[in-house]
């Protein structure tokens, strides 16, 4: 007993108290800081991007292709900066698009409009059954990290689930390949109606490093509607969970 509260009282509390307010470190790459007045149209840095997610006249940064690597910044003299902002779920593509004039407080305020619908049936609680679509792994684990004691994403009603006829909706990571194309499929007519589908990560968002391979099958993403679109390479805890929320619940 006395071994127990030693080590609680060492470990202190490993939960995030506040998810929705909470601090992570500078050294974080999240929201682009864009400076066209500092470009001197080098094309150095657009030709370095591994994704073709940057380009210019004017500066642009498309996430749903970035893969948040930082090779832009190190070789670019100031015109392109990465801010700490992890909230970056958005419910369309062209809320993607990181211009100049794109700050946190701007990209926050469009992000993710509230849906009736779904507020009126999710806003308790949504359970996902996440589909790896031939990725890495590196986004499956930050969603396993959402479970964890840090994160715990649980208390507020957000779980992941074993079988697609328990869930709400599906989550999807990587790019979505030919042998996963009719699994994903199946996947998503065997979770009852009302559903979301989710698009976590850079792979499955674009195809992110993956996009000119002839072995994926993105058909999905053209013939069913996409809810809400998360990027990052891999996609942080704090953005997957605060995207859910700000999809299911009234801001605060």
Known sequence: MFETLKMKLWQKNQYIPDIRNAKIKDEFRGLPKLC??????????????????LSINPLKIDLAKCTLCGACKNICKGAIDFTNYYKLGTDSLDKLIVTQE????????RAIEIRKE?????????????????????????????SNANFDM????????????HADGIVITGPITKN???????CYKSTPNPKVVI??????????????STEL??????????DL??????????TFINAVLDFIRKKD
């Open 154 to 165: 649980g208390r507020y009603g957000i779980d992941f689930v074993a079988s697609p006829r």
């Open 217 to 226: 099958n993105r058909e999905f993403i053209e013939k069913y509607k996409i």
């Open 36 to 53: 066209n007045e500092k470009c001197d149209n080098c094309m150095a840095c657009k030709n370095i991007c591994p994704t073709g997610a």
């Open 199 to 212: 698009l976590c990560g850079a792979c499955a968002i674009s195809g992110g490093v993956f996009q000119n």
């Open 180 to 186: 996963m194309a009719y699994a994903l499929e199946d």
């Open 118 to 146: 779904i507020y009126s049936i999710f806003n308790r609680s949504i359970k996902f059954r996440q589909v790896s679509a031939g990725g890495c792994n590196g986004c499956e684990m930050e969603l396993n990290a959402c």
């Open 102 to 109: 794109i700050t946190p407080e701007i990209y926050k305020k």
């Open 229 to 238: 679109y998360i990027p990052g390479c891999p996609t942080h805890p704090l």
